[in-house]
């Protein structure tokens, strides 16, 4: 596991190798800790907002002895899965542009107010909460949800902002991430007795029930069997 004092040493060792400026943004464990909300992370989730900076970024981490993982065996056949380096039991994971089926969208880079400086050329934007949580529900990995629990617990969500975006990433062609939204908060409830607005359920429902006929016929299965109530 990786402590933040840990990650902070690799991101000062990363920042020096750095000849020009990157900007980078943190979700999952490593903006939780950012933000107090976690003590020690599995892997630093990082997203890039183009293709070159995370190939720059990829070389710095193999200079330090990195080395390439298949990102296979973590997220299986999952599409948009980040390019994966590990050295010992310390991973990264990065991720350009798009977290499996979310698009980390403008509104989520703006939303990323809190920066981190290391040297000259690192710099590192730390995603909000209700965006950490959305990526959480799109890499849906082991721990996930109980990280996805202690941001529920341990800040006031705004659901409204997750609708929101819901339907941003609807506009932008990502209409498959409201399905697993929907689903991540259904496991939310039923293994971890987190309570969801039923406001959030409903208007997440609308918005998976606005759609063609082959959507509407899954939905609808879904819902027949109790589940989106």
Known sequence: MISIERQNGLFIAIGKKLNRRINVYA???????FLGLKEVTKDIDLVFENQKDREYFKETLKSLGYEYMDAAIVYGGKENKPEMLTL?????????KEVVDFIFSENMQKRAKQIHQFGDNFMLKIADPQDIFLMKCATDR?????????????????????????????????????????????????????????????????LLAVGDEKDRVSFSKRKEKKEWT
């Open 142 to 206: 082991l721990k996930d949800l109980d990280d996805a629990r202690s941001i529920v617990t341990g800040t006031k969500l705004n659901w409204d902002s997750i609708v929101d975006e819901a339907k941003n990433q609807k506009k932008l062609g990502k209409k498959h991430a409201i399905f697993e939204l929907g689903y991540f908060l259904e496991k939310l409830e039923n293994k971890l007795k987190i309570p969801i607005p039923k406001k959030t359920k409903a208007e997440l429902w609308n």
């Open 27 to 33: 979700v999952g464990g490593t903006a939780m800790m």
């Open 88 to 96: 010992g039991d310390e991973r990264f994971d990065l991720f350009v």
